[in-house]
Nanobody
Framework: QVQLVESGGGLVQPGGSLRLSCAAA????????MGWYRQVPGKQRELVAE???????NYADSVKGRFTISRDNAKNTVSLQLNSLKPEATAVYYC?????????????WGQGTQVTVSS
């Protein structure tokens, strides 16, 4: 069984920082890409950032220059450093990965971790 196990998140004041981490547990191959999405109630889940196995990263315009995604291919982990946080970043953040268990690529999601930016 494959799981994406997330850690990090919590409550932070505006302008503060947080770090989210995610590890892929189980037998999954050719994991590409790995990344983070977020969702607020009543809205669709949206891409925050993702990174390919060769290190190519893609960010939502709203987080460019403030969030940084990184990946460890050997450990199948992905992290997201969130700096200069704004209240509008408040959401549930989900780890996402596309990987292969048997033959075809499949999408996997973490359980979600709450990020709240408030004074």
């Amino acid at each position: 069984q494959v799981q994406l196990v997330e850690s990090g998140g919590g409550l932070v004041q505006p302008g503060g920082s947080l770090r989210l981490s995610c590890a892929a547990a189980g037998s999954m191959f050719r994991i590409n890409p790995m990344g983070w999405y977020r969702q607020v109630p009543g809205k669709q889940r949206e891409l925050v950032a993702e990174v390919t196995s060769d290190g190519s990263a893609n960010y939502a315009d709203s987080v460019k220059g403030r969030f940084t995604i990184s990946r460890d291919n050997a450990k199948n982990t992905v992290s997201l450093q969130l700096n200069s946080l704004k209240p509008e970043a408040t959401a549930v953040y989900y780890c996402h990965a596309v990987g292969v268990i048997f033959s075809a690529p499949e999408h996997f999601w973490g359980q979600g971790t709450q990020v709240t930016v408030s004074s």
